[in-house]
C-alpha cells in the first residue's frame, strides 16, 4: 500500500514538474538523446564485431580440420574389433 501511495504521489509530482520546467527538460531530452544513440550505436557495432569474429574462427576451424578417408577407415576396423571383442567378453561371462 505503501509503494501505491508513493508511486501515485512521484507520478503527481513529476507530472507538475514537467509542466512548470518544460523547456529544460526538452533542453535535457535534446542533449540526452544523441548521447543515448551514440552509446546504442557504439555498443552494436562492438557486438556486431565480435560475433563477426566467432563466425571467423568457425570457419577457420572447419577448414585446419578435413577428415582423412584412410583414418575414417582405420577406425571403423577398429570398432568392429573392439565389438567383436565385446560379444566374446558377454559370451565367456554367460
Do not use: H, N, R
Not at 512521484?10 to 514538474?17: E, F, K, P, R, T
Not at 563477426?52 to 578435413?66: H, I
Not at 577398429?78 to 565367456?92: F, G, H, Q, V, Y
Request: proline residues 3%; negative net charge; charged residues 30%.
Amino acid at each position: 500500500m505503501k509503494t501505491l501511495i508513493g508511486g501515485a504521489v512521484g507520478a503527481v509530482l513529476g507530472l507538475i514538474g514537467m509542466s512548470i520546467w518544460w523547456k529544460p527538460f526538452l533542453q535535457l531530452l535534446a542533449g540526452a538523446i544523441p548521447v543515448m544513440l551514440l552509446l546504442g550505436g557504439g555498443l552494436a557495432l562492438y557486438l556486431g564485431f565480435d560475433e563477426l569474429k566467432d563466425t571467423w574462427k568457425k570457419e577457420d576451424t572447419t577448414v585446419d580440420t578435413p577428415i582423412k578417408t584412410d583414418d575414417t577407415e582405420k577406425y571403423k576396423e577398429e570398432i568392429d574389433e573392439l565389438k567383436k571383442e565385446i560379444e566374446t567378453l558377454k559370451a565367456e561371462k554367460a
